[in-house]
């Protein structure tokens, strides 16, 4: 397979951002050279951001995860007004941290998943759900809670999180703990990539513990919390499949930025069918530096923006600067239910596929249902890849609030549009738990498509034995 493209590549740009929707036009932005972050300071600065605004044509058959440019279509500059920049100032550090957060516990998360998948999986634990877990769960949790506190000074943060330190803290889990402590020693190390500075020394089992133990709000209508799910849909990470790292902030009740990692969710949609059989092949026949194979990426939005956005995972041995060649996403037109397709959790234990296949029948959706495991079902659709996810859950499951948070506000900002089955908000307000959800979830790339499937969930719901 061969590709012919002419790429741009400016001398004085170190980062870039890249729009690119029906008109096929371009945003890149100048970024200086980042710093590495500090407690309590950000190297992100709008105020040193400028804004080149040019059309170009989309090479739709590259296989970079870049756009590609061609020279002779640059035309000109503009810049975002005063009110523009205020506007866009506001959450801005905690988005940059977060992202920053999140590229790392990809990375972590990577290289655990590949031990599981070669060696003999001896770290999976057990959870009281039945889910299985693995050292992933515990030191991803670790790295974050330390980099937002590290970052954003740890007298400004809570979070509310999926692990407890109980599990660990145990006389019979040392060895995992050891594991656990070894890894995120390990990401921390390579901390300077991402622009964070690494502890001055390697942390030990009770700093870990206690990194650890910091994750526990509960949430609720007032304040200020983070919300992470360290390794969301762990039944597909120790299976090489599909996965994610959630990460929200929270404030009075409402969900103001989302980020989601999705390390085995391609940049590119037409890579998406050879995922799991081609990619390891791929990873083999291409050089350690190649970018060609994009396999992960970070979709992140602030709340009223409007827009939300998707950069690569980080490559090995390159440096993280912002914005990583983000790509403004959207969510698809298509309001056709013939032509659209529908996400499900794949797991059966807490939704019903039936009452879903007989919605999506009764509605006019034909098409397979993409199931995939976790919050990579919001990817899909803020990106254009899907238009329709519904979760109906069965009787006593209680949907989680870090289960959500992230995928949400990214639908939200790219189009799209996301309520409980009654045509209600998600109430993030109520503590741990999506409190008060009208019988299911329903999120879609459009109005008129969401209608649909309401009036259906109306008309059905009196024989759906959920």
Same mark, same amino acid.
Not at 245 to 262: F, Q, W
Not at 331 to 346: G, H, M, W, Y
Not at 411 to 440: H, M, W
């Given at each position: 397979?061969?590709?012919?493209?002419?790429?741009?590549?400016?001398?004085?740009?170190?980062?870039?951002?890249?729009?690119?929707?029906?008109?096929?036009?371009? !945003?890149?932005?100048?970024?200086?050279?980042?710093?590495?972050?500090?407690?309590?300071?950000?190297?992100?600065?709008?105020?040193?951001?400028?804004?080149?605004?040019?059309? *170009?044509?989309?090479?739709?058959?590259?296989?970079?995860?870049?756009?590609?440019?061609?020279?002779?279509?640059?035309?000109?500059?503009?810049?975002?007004?005063?009110?523009?920049?205020?506007?866009?100032?506001?959450? *801005?550090?905690? %988005?940059? $941290?977060?992202?920053?957060?999140?590229?790392?516990?990809?990375?972590?998360?990577?290289?655990?998943?590949?031990?599981?998948?070669?060696?003999?999986?001896?770290?999976?634990?057990?959870?009281?759900?039945? *889910?299985?877990?693995?050292?992933?769960d515990w030191s991803v949790q670790a790295v974050v809670s330390w980099i937002l506190s590290e970052c954003l000074g740890s007298e400004n943060i809570s979070i509310v999180?999926?692990?407890?330190?109980?599990?660990?803290?145990?006389?019979?889990?040392?060895?995992?703990?050891?594991?656990?402590?070894?890894?995120?020693?390990?990401?921390?190390?390579?901390?300077?990539?991402?622009?964070?500075?690494?502890?001055? *020394?390697?942390?030990?089992?009770?700093? $870990?513990?206690?990194?650890?133990?910091?994750?526990?709000? !509960?949430?609720?209508?007032?304040?200020?919390?983070?919300?992470?799910?360290?390794? @969301?849909?762990?039944?597909?990470? $120790?299976?090489?499949?599909?996965?994610?790292?959630?990460?929200?902030?929270?404030?009075?009740?409402?969900?103001?930025?989302?980020?989601?990692?999705?390390?085995?969710?391609?940049?590119?949609?037409?890579?998406?069918?050879?995922?799991h059989r081609y990619h390891r092949i791929v990873s083999k026949l291409t050089p350690p530096t190649s970018e060609s194979w994009n396999k992960g990426c970070v979709l992140?939005?602030?709340?009223?923006?409007?827009?939300?956005?998707?950069?690569?995972?980080?490559?090995?041995?390159?440096?993280?600067?912002?914005?990583?060649?983000?790509?403004?996403?959207?969510?698809?037109?298509?309001?056709?239910?013939?032509?659209?397709?529908?996400?499900?959790?794949?797991?059966?234990?807490?939704s019903s596929h039936s009452f879903t296949a007989g919605l999506a029948h009764s509605v006019g959706l034909r098409k397979q249902p993409l199931r995939v495991y976790s919050? $990579?079902?919001?990817?899909?659709?803020?990106?254009?890849?899907?238009?329709?996810?519904?979760?109906?859950?069965?009787?006593?499951? &209680?949907?989680?609030?870090?289960?959500?948070?992230?995928?949400?506000?990214?639908?939200?900002?790219?189009?799209?549009?996301?309520?409980?089955?009654?045509?209600?908000?998600?109430?993030?307000?109520?503590? %741990?738990?999506?409190? /008060?959800?009208?019988?299911?979830?329903?999120?879609?790339? /459009?109005?008129?498509?969401?209608? &649909?499937?309401?009036?259906?969930? @109306?008309?059905?719901?009196?024989?759906?034995? %959920?």
């Open positions: 397979m061969s590709f012919s493209s002419t790429i741009i590549r400016p001398r004085m740009l170190l980062g870039q951002t890249t729009r690119f929707n029906n008109n096929d036009a371009f !945003t890149l932005s100048h970024v200086v050279q980042p710093q590495p972050l500090v407690r309590g300071s950000c190297s992100f600065s709008l105020s040193t951001t400028r804004h080149i605004g040019f059309v *170009s044509k989309f090479d739709q058959t590259c296989s970079s995860a870049s756009p590609i440019m061609e020279d002779e279509d640059q035309k000109k500059f503009s810049f975002f007004s005063k009110s523009e920049k205020e506007d866009d100032e506001e959450y *801005s550090k905690e %988005l940059d $941290v977060a992202v920053r957060a999140v590229q790392m516990a990809c990375s972590l998360c990577q290289r655990v998943q590949e031990s599981l998948i070669s060696k003999t999986n001896h770290q999976v634990q057990s959870k009281d759900d039945n *889910s299985p877990v693995t050292v992933a999180a999926e692990e407890d330190v109980q599990t660990l803290s145990k006389s019979n889990a040392s060895e995992l703990l050891d594991s656990v402590v070894k890894t995120v020693n390990d990401c921390l190390a390579e901390a300077p990539r991402f622009g964070v500075q690494k502890p001055k *020394s390697p942390l030990g089992n009770s700093e $870990v513990l206690d990194i650890i133990s910091r994750c526990n709000s !509960t949430g609720g209508p007032s304040g200020r919390f983070w919300v992470l799910d360290p390794v @969301d849909g762990t039944l597909g990470f $120790v299976r090489g499949d599909q996965y994610a790292v959630a990460l929200a902030l929270v404030e009075d009740g409402e969900v103001v930025l989302g980020v989601l990692g999705c390390p085995n969710y391609p940049m590119r949609k037409e890579w998406l069918s050879y995922q992140y939005a602030k709340k009223g923006t409007g827009k939300a956005w998707m950069q690569p995972l980080l490559h090995v041995n390159k440096m993280f600067v912002w914005p990583n060649h983000a790509i403004q996403i959207f969510v698809s037109n298509i309001d056709n239910p013939a032509l659209a397709t529908f996400c499900e959790p794949v797991e059966k234990a807490n919050m $990579v079902k919001y990817a899909a659709i803020g990106r254009g890849d899907a238009e329709v996810f519904m979760k109906f859950a069965r009787a006593g499951y &209680k949907e989680k609030i870090w289960d959500h948070a992230a995928g949400v506000i990214i639908i939200q900002e790219a189009g799209g549009v996301v309520t409980d089955a009654g045509g209600c908000p998600l109430d993030f307000s109520k503590g %741990l738990y999506l409190e /008060g959800l009208d019988r299911g979830i329903i999120a879609c790339s /459009g109005a008129s498509l969401h209608g &649909k499937i309401i009036d259906a969930v @109306d008309a059905s719901w009196g024989c759906s034995s %959920l």
